[in-house]
Structure formats: C-alpha cells, structure tokens
C-alpha cells in the first residue's frame, strides 16, 4: 500500500498529557499537510512542509503544538498539555509539487480523545 | 474564516435519480476547485476538481460545474447509487485547501 498512513489510528488520554502523532505521506510526495477535523466541520488547515521546511502555520496551531519533518520524509504532530478542546480527528495528507489540480492525498487520520 | 460553505448538511436521493450538492465561496483568488468523498473512519478521497478558468468538468458519472460570478460551484451525480452514499466536501485551493463542512448525501434503494 502506498498510501498516506498514520500512525495511531485512535488515542485516548488525560487532559494535561503529551500526544505525538505521525504521518507517512506517499513516497515521491514533497508536501505534506496537517488538517484538524471536529464533528460537522471539515478539514481545517493546521501546517503544510515542502521537503523538511514548514512554510506555513495556521493562527489555529497554538504554542502548545509543534509539527516536525527532520529529514523531508514522514512528519510528527506534538500536543504538548492536551486540552479537551484539542479532541478531533487530526488528517495527514501530501501532494506532489506541479499537480495541475492541487489534489491531496489523505491518511486515514488519529482519532483524537482527551478526557 | 468560512471562505467555503456548504449550506446543506444533508441530502437523500432515490438510487438512479440525479444527486445535487452545492457548495459557495467568498474569494474570487481561489485557482482549483475539488470535491472530496469521505466513508467513515477513512481519510476524504480526490473524487474531481475544475480549474478556476472552467465552467464544467466530468468524469464519468461525475459533473462539476462552476460559476464564477456567483461563486458557485455544484457537483452532479448521474445516475446515483447506494455506494454513493458518503460526506462529500468542497474545496477551494489558493496555496492552501480549504473545505466546506460537507453534505451528507444518502443514496436510498
């Protein structure tokens, strides 16, 4: 499968915790994105990387999260201090530079619940 | 900033009958236009996409079409089918995609 993976599928933890999560993207994909989902909402952009630098940072990403591609390869998402209001569904997704259309390609996220 | 809306968080269709989801937006900047189906549990799936210098793309079963003036852009489902059943998000591209909160769509036997 070549697909985006992520990596846990599903978290559980107590307010106050860290939380990483990690991004797979597809292999030859230079661009990676993370999103944040909450019930009835889409997508909502959080972070985008071409290659290992992080160009852009949505005002939606606080102190409290930071976002890592050290080598241009797979990315991490950090929750430091997980907060209730930090429960979604957090997408990975990548894209190659030079698609005409922009397309994303999406992991199947990580559940996100803070308790 | 609700540059994307979908005003229509439902919709049930009889299979074969035409499925039609719409979707409006804010920013004139705005380069592609995507619409994205998303089962359960999975992540959202590219399902087609319309340049902004387009008024009508299909693929298959599948029609988008877009007006600019009114910055409105629809998807077309023809015929519809109960494995079409799904959230179906709009996207809106000017470096960073942006998406509506979906429309259910629900495809009855």
């Known amino acids: 499968d070549t697909g985006v993976s992520q990596d846990p599928r599903h978290k559980i933890t107590k307010r106050g915790q860290n939380v990483t999560f990690r991004c797979d993207p597809i292999?030859?994909?230079?661009?990676l994105y993370w999103y944040r989902q909450t019930l009835g909402q889409g997508p909502e952009f959080l972070t985008y990387f071409q290659n290992e630098a992080q160009l852009e940072k949505s005002r939606l990403l606080s102190d409290r999260f930071s976002a890592e591609r050290p080598k241009g390869s797979f990315s991490t998402l950090e929750i430091q201090r997980t907060e209730q209001g930090d429960s979604a569904m957090y997408l990975c997704?990548?894209?190659?530079?030079?698609?005409?259309?922009?397309?994303?390609?999406f992991g199947s996220g990580t559940q996100l619940s803070v308790l | 900033d609700q540059q994307v809306k979908q005003n229509s968080p439902s919709l049930s269709v009889q299979e074969g009958r035409i499925s039609i989801l719409n979707c409006d937006y804010t920013?004139?900047?705005?380069?592609?236009f995507l619409w994205y189906k998303k089962y359960p549990a999975e992540g959202p799936t590219f399902l087609i996409s319309?340049?902004?210098?387009?008024d009508k793309n299909e693929d298959g079963r599948f029609t988008v079409f877009l007006n600019k003036s009114a910055k409105h852009l629809s998807l077309h489902i023809v015929p519809s089918q109960p494995g079409d059943s799904a959230v179906y998000f709009c996207a809106a591209s000017d470096l960073r995609m942006r998406f509506g909160a979906g429309t259910r769509l629900t495809v009855k036997p």
């Open positions: 920013n004139s900047m705005f380069d592609y």
């Open positions: 292999s030859e994909h230079n661009r």
């Open positions: 319309i340049s902004s210098i387009k």
């Open positions: 997704a990548s894209s190659a530079e030079g698609f005409t259309d922009e397309k994303l390609f």
